[in-house]
């Protein structure tokens, strides 16, 4: 997505176009957005090859509009009006296969993504919370990462307490946000107003809303906007996207913004709509709520496609013609873009707290979460193996049984609970709360301790459970083996749940993901054997390294082996036994430096797709 400026030779505004104080009123202006995507397939490789054009689709042309401090502004609009695609716009939030074009400014300032993010709020239509942090937790989060850079942790709290005055969130601010299905929580209006005071704690001058009374019932959402009625009432510029609302909810808009195929059919004070739309034949009917009347006055009604649209062609052309629509055009002829003011806003931060102030902000709700939510440890009681002929193959069987348990265990436990984060996280970090590498090795970090427990207490139970090889240094080096798997396998449910959109998907990829290192790991098929056209990849896989280290560090050492059949072939030691599989007591500590390689690998490679997610928003 890209927005034009004009270049201009007049330096007076550089001193102007430094940072914008939050204290400042904003007047934010559009001017001329227009935006345009690729219609079905005509954009993939098998079109272009053949000749056919390239269809473009129009969703929003030629919109200007302009939102003042102490006015509450809607957009309204039927289904596929474009109310959504402007507020994307306005936010710098568009999809990238997107063609979006048109001016943006801010008091006459051209205006970039970055500077924007630093003094806007945005209560998005979904809300997004751990579900395991309180209210207060919550808040206190925001406050350390989104509140000004110096400034001490007791203001930030005295500002947390003050909002959750101000929104009344008092009474349940040690209450669980909750997770739908799973762990109740705060109501749905308590929700909505958590996402109004993470917002406000900056106490930004202009608030953006995406639908926010979507899901409320009419008392709630009455409630929700007499907060950004009272926003507004304190300077503040508010717009907000909002469908359905009731006579009583619209009768508190200052202005309202009617949006029909893309156009702007009607921008102004919400009590002078109703003049706008009587010169077309169209008055409001006594006791009917105006804002369904307009809404369905501007919609593309099914059998009356051709009619409606004329209707709305010619609304959207007298407004076109309006005084206000002509007023905002001249705007973009009268003020002027200094690129200087450009190139200074371009280097706002985008984020307010230091490096170190992230990663302990992020590391410390990622602990909280862990030590509310910790995942739940099953063991499955077997009988202890002897160490005879028969309990040979029983041994090997239960090595190979065991890291495949860690494998999974801890993969799936990361996909479960990293996939549902994401979402969370992309928001996050498009509002310039923390960078992607502060949060990927804080919440590393974070579930760190919880694995190494739960790999370590796994390890020393099944040991002797099984009934390995009894010396202490034998289960230690165990230990350290499933230690080093079970992270391998973390971080293998890192990179798939950063790899995949959906939980859903993640969980269907793993198992496929996994089968081949499983295979080549050395129990199902023989190293030796293994065609060479096929044996590079035994290398990659964590089971052969994991299953020859507790293969060496059980069989290394034993001497004697008690055959308990007559007439057969038994092993008489470790050596053999390690021969017969082809491996090498030399390995042992290679095998452990190839699992940390692996670790380290799987890791990088988690965080280099959480990267590129972040930076194409891929959610």
Aim: charged share 20%.
């Amino acid at each position: 997505m890209s927005f034009s400026t004009t270049e201009v030779d007049d330096p007076t505004l550089t001193q102007q176009s430094s940072a914008l104080s939050l204290d400042d009123h904003i007047i934010y202006t559009w001017l001329g957005v227009t935006v345009t995507c690729n219609v079905s397939n005509s954009h993939k490789l098998s079109c272009k090859l053949k000749g056919k054009p390239v269809v473009k689709k129009t969703l929003l042309r030629d919109v200007y509009g302009e939102a003042r401090p102490g006015e509450l502004l809607a957009i309204m609009g039927s289904s596929g009006a474009g109310k959504t695609t402007l507020l994307n716009c306005l936010t710098f939030r568009s999809d990238r296969k997107l063609d979006v074009s048109g001016f943006m400014m801010i008091n006459g300032l051209p205006v970039t993504s970055r500077s924007l993010t630093s003094i806007c709020g945005y209560v998005q239509q979904v809300d997004l919370f751990i579900g395991t942090l309180t209210v207060k937790e919550s808040l206190i989060f925001h406050a350390m990462l989104r509140m000004e850079k110096g400034m001490p942790f007791e203001k930030r709290v005295a500002r947390t307490e003050e909002v959750m005055r101000e929104l009344n969130l008092k009474k349940c601010e040690n209450t669980v946000v909750g997770i739908p299905g799973k762990l109740k929580g705060i109501s749905g209006g308590e929700m909505k107003r958590l996402a109004f005071a993470a917002e406000m704690l900056t106490d930004p001058p202009i608030l953006f809303c995406d639908e926010p009374t979507s899901g409320l019932d009419s008392f709630m959402a009455q409630n929700v906007v007499s907060v950004m009625k009272e926003m507004a009432r304190k300077g503040k510029t508010v717009i907000s996207t909002i469908h359905q609302p009731s006579s009583q909810v619209y009768g508190m808009f200052d202005k309202v913004l009617f949006m029909a195929e893309g156009k702007v059919a009607y921008l102004g004070s919400q009590a002078l709509a109703g003049t706008f739309f009587k010169n077309f034949g169209a008055m409001c009917p006594s006791h009917h709520n105006p804002a369904d009347y307009y809404v369905n006055l501007l919609a593309v009604a099914p059998g009356k496609e051709e009619q409606c649209r004329r209707k709305i062609s010619t609304i959207c052309e007298a407004f076109s013609n309006s005084q206000v629509a002509m007023e905002l055009r001249d705007i973009g002829k009268r003020d002027k873009m200094y690129n200087e003011a450009y190139q200074v806003m371009k280097k706002i931060s985008k984020y307010r707290a230091k490096w170190y102030s992230q990663f302990v902000a992020v590391f410390w709700r990622s602990w909280i979460s862990v030590l509310k939510d910790p995942t739940a440890l099953k063991a499955k009681l077997i009988q202890t193996i002897n160490m005879d002929q028969d309990g040979v193959m029983n041994i090997n069987g239960a090595i190979f049984v065991s890291l495949a348990n860690m494998t999974f265990q801890n993969m799936f436990a990361v996909i479960h609970v990293f996939c549902g984060e994401l979402p969370i996280f992309m928001r996050e970090h498009t509002n310039g709360m923390y960078r992607t590498d502060v949060y990927f090795i804080a919440k590393v970090l974070a579930e760190l301790p919880m694995f190494l427990t739960l790999s370590t207490m796994y390890t020393i139970i099944v040991y002797y459970m099984i009934g390995f090889n009894s010396q202490l240094e034998r289960m230690l080096g165990a230990v350290v083996v499933m230690v080093l798997v079970g992270n391998i396998s973390t971080a293998l449910g890192y990179f798939i749940s950063c790899a995949c959109a959906s939980i859903s998907v993640a969980l269907s990829l793993a198992p496929p993901i996994v089968i081949p290192f499983l295979l080549f790991g050395g129990f199902f098929l023989n190293t030796g054997s293994i065609p060479n056209y096929l044996s590079w990849f035994q290398y990659l896989s964590w089971f052969k390294y994991g299953n020859e280290a507790m293969m060496i560090n059980q069989w290394k050492g034993v001497k004697n082996i008690a055959c308990t059949k007559v007439g057969t072939t038994c092993p008489k030691n470790g050596m053999v036994i390690l021969k017969t599989l082809n491996f090498d007591e030399k390995n042992y500590y290679f095998d452990l430096l190839m699992l940390v390689v692996l670790m380290i690998a799987l890791q990088l490679g988690a965080f280099f797709m959480l990267f590129l997610r972040s930076i194409f928003k891929l959610v």
